[in-house]
């Protein structure tokens, strides 16, 4: 299937049984969720040292589209000369849940929803008003799995996997590109 119908999420996160406290904390919960929009918002208002607050040194960030990034500081490198995922564009975090893995490591799993709301020549679009009328247009959507690390009481995001990535046509007309990032990476 090159779209995804249904999205596959890894086993057990839908289990109400993680969502004990005795699992983990509330306190690490809200922790957790508020982090994981702030990666979101940081992204998008180009806040740098924001976010590098929030990633450890090591962090991985796996992209299907964007590729494989193994340090905070060469996704922060990346993130800043690639306006063409960003300018113009929103990044939101829908339905996040969160698991403790063990007692200072958490994973969590949301979709995102990419919006572009503002024309941006960077992307190389060729702005027209076909095109401008369309907007605000959804670009993409998908699944996004988190590893949080706590140390010295606070979480950090240390590895980031999108996955299911549903790309507009309009915005990748590429049908083989769409193809490869609509899969689920096999760990």
């Known amino acids: 299937m090159p779209f995804h119908d249904i999205t596959e999420l890894p086993s057990g996160f839908c289990d109400p049984n993680t969502a004990l406290e005795s699992e983990l904390s509330v ?34 960030n796996e ?9 905070a500081s060469s996704f922060i490198d990346w993130f800043k000369n690639t306006p063409a995922g960003f300018d113009g564009i929103r990044h939101n975090c829908l339905n ?14 949301s979709y995102i929803l990419v919006i572009q709301l503002f024309p941006a020549e960077s992307r ?6 076909e095109l401008d009328s369309l907007l605000p247009r959804t670009i993409g959507h998908g699944g996004v799995c988190d590893r949080w690390i706590r140390k010295e009481d606070r979480w ?20 083989a590109m769409r193809e490869e990032a609509a899969k689920t990476p096999k760990n």
């Open 27 to 60: 306190g690490d919960r809200v922790q957790i969720t508020e982090l994981l929009h702030r990666v979101y918002l940081c992204e998008d208002s180009r806040d740098y040292d924001a976010l590098k607050q929030i990633l450890v040194d090591d962090y991985i």
């Open 63 to 71: 992209h299907p589209l964007f590729g494989k990034h193994e340090s």
């Open 96 to 109: 996040s849940i969160t698991r403790g893995i063990s007692k200072d490591v958490a994973e969590s799993l």
């Open 124 to 129: 190389n679009e060729s702005p027209s008003e």
């Open 156 to 175: 950090y995001l240390q590895h980031r996997v999108y996955q299911q990535m549903s790309i507009n046509a309009a915005f990748l007309p590429d049908n």
